[in-house]
């Protein structure tokens, strides 16, 4: 273990590419996640139903779905049910090689799978460069995944579950418990109001309008990156935030003809802003107060 370290720190080309490979790998992994943990959440809320109610179901004929994990059953094509070899999942490449289509049906596979294989890979790389063979690395590597995780999901579902939000919150937390990135009285801080401050604005919103503005699990992830860069920065990521997603949401409107009401997921902007806060964040306050003072 010990050679490994040291070939990590003294061989920037090795480094670099284990993080690489082993984030596509990883991606792979985040397709799965994103594809099945919403399908694995919705079976559990139905079984609670059919608990819940068990005299009024009793005579339901219902079929029930297989119990669905994020590792069985194996993976296969939706058009076909073809299982998908192991050659045929490789990342990016094996994408690649069959040309986006099924080696049985040769219905298009969707471009999003190697992207997010990609995607994860080339953020990962970003923070191997950032923060160099470091413990914060392995554990800034692992919020970088879960985020890749909830985007995706939020986009697809308008849902952050609680099941990856929070061990991460936890995660920054532990992190800045020595120091790692912040004080952690500034993480416990910033984690109590960056609950707090989304939970306050929604509840203005909605005795104003009538209507939800977000969700609960946008207040959860803001507290996740105040536990993680400090209460200091969290007026810069939810400037950014909003920034990122009013640019999204007029270009959706735009190009893709989305309806004025339309609700859009408000977590992927969060997300993409609080990555770029954790890496930069202290570089573009400066400059952002250097520009208004």
């Given amino acids: 273990m010990s050679e490994f370290i040291y070939l990590l720190e003294n061989n920037s080309l090795f480094f670099y590419g284990f993080v690489f490979i082993l ?70 490449i094996s994408w690649l ?53 909830l985007t995706m999901i939020d986009f697809d579902h308008m849902l952050l579950p609680d099941q ?26 910033g984690a109590i109001a960056g609950y707090t401050s989304l939970f306050s604005i929604f509840w203005l919103f909605k005795l104003a309008t009538g209507k939800e503005g977000m969700g609960f699990g ?12 400090g209460w200091q920065l969290l007026p810069l990521l939810i400037l950014m935030a909003s920034v990122v997603g009013a640019v999204i949401g007029i270009s959706l409107m735009i190009f893709k003809n989305h309806q004025k009401g339309q609700a859009i997921p408000f977590g992927p902007y969060l997300a993409i802003a609080g990555w770029i806060t954790l890496l930069w964040g202290d570089l573009i306050w400066s400059w952002y107060l250097a520009q208004v003072i």
């Fill in 164 to 189: 990856i939000v929070l061990p991460l919150l936890w995660l920054g937390l532990m992190v800045n418990l020595s120091n790692g990135l912040v004080p952690i009285e500034d993480a416990v801080i």
């Fill in 23 to 92: 984030s596509l790998m990883i991606g792979s992994f985040l397709n799965v996640v994103i594809y099945r943990f919403p399908k694995m959440l919705e079976q559990g809320w139905y079984q609670e139903c059919r608990e819940f109610l068990a005299d009024e179901l009793k005579q339901s004929s219902k079929k029930e779905d297989a119990p669905l994990t994020l590792s069985k059953p194996d993976s296969t094509c939706p058009h076909c049910q073809h299982s998908i070899r192991f050659y045929e999942n490789i990342p990016v």
């Fill in 97 to 149: 090689f069959l040309k986006g289509k099924c080696s049985q049906c040769k219905n298009k596979i969707s471009a999003r799978y190697p992207l997010v294989e990609l995607s994860t890979a080339l953020l990962s790389l970003v923070i191997a460069q950032h923060f160099g063979v470091t413990v914060i690395t392995c554990y800034a590597l692992i919020l970088t995944w879960g985020l890749v995780a």
């Fill in 218 to 229: 946008d207040f959860k992830l803001f507290a996740l990156f105040g536990a993680w860069i």
